[in-house]
């Protein structure tokens, strides 16, 4: 079985603030694992996968085994970060999601 | 880029009522989409993975005779609710992939199912 946890219903940080989402999994095999974000009144997209060790409009995400996480980093938020965040393993199990708010 | 339309995006209907969601990959070929549903404050589900020219494979739980699913093309497949009652009342979302290399899912806008 697979599972994924985001601890954080709601993520409220100031703008300039650093930005840390978590997400924990949980599965025997190799994961692949995602994150997508659904701006308001949009539809769900994909921002960065494991795989490709990106950074999308300044967020990384790095896949630590050990601890069986693959937490969302920014460095410095902004106010179009503002949105729902979903860690996603496996490309089917989804997280509960994050809501980040960014205020001014 | 790749762009998943669905239709309607909301529907309000009475109980008893059939209702047809269709997905369609606009801009490439999708080999597999999948059926989500997501009730209020809640994450994605996973309802069903749809093969095109094959039937649809069903997570644990779900009714594949209440919640019919056809793919008959590379570009659109179908969710039909069968016999609506009030707690079938959901937001469904679609996504498409294509099956090759790690190739990400696509997702559609979703579709409010209202049923009184």
């Known amino acids: 079985a697979q599972r994924v946890t985001q601890p954080e219903k709601l993520l409220s940080v100031f703008k300039g603030a650093p930005v840390e989402l978590k997400c924990n999994y949980s599965?025997?095999?190799?994961?692949?694992l995602f994150w997508y974000v659904q701006y308001s009144r949009q539809r769900l997209q994909l921002l960065l996968r494991?795989?490709s060790r990106e950074s999308i409009k300044g967020f990384t995400a790095d896949l630590n085994k050990g601890e069986t996480s693959f937490h969302l980093k920014k460095p410095f938020a902004q106010e179009e970060d503002s949105a729902m965040y979903y860690c996603?393993?496996?490309?089917?199990?989804f997280g509960t999601g994050t809501q980040l708010k960014v205020e001014l | 880029g790749a762009v998943v339309s669905q239709h309607p995006s909301w529907v309000i209907c009475k109980s008893g009522t059939s209702v047809k969601i269709e997905c369609r990959s606009l801009?490439?070929?999708?080999?597999?989409m999948f059926w989500y549903r997501q009730f209020p404050k809640q994450s994605l589900m996973l309802m069903a993975t749809s093969n095109e020219g094959s039937k649809a494979t069903y997570e644990q739980g779900v009714e594949k005779d209440k919640f019919l699913i056809n793919h008959a093309s590379l570009t659109l497949s179908t969710l039909t609710v069968t016999s609506a009652h009030p707690e079938d009342s959901s937001f469904y979302i679609c996504s498409a992939r294509v099956d090759m290399g790690n190739q990400p899912q696509h997702f559609g806008d979703g579709t409010r199912l209202s049923i009184l």
């Open positions: 996603v393993i496996n490309k089917l199990t």
């Open positions: 599965y025997s095999g190799s994961p692949e």
């Open positions: 801009d490439f070929q999708a080999t597999t």
């Open positions: 494991h795989i």
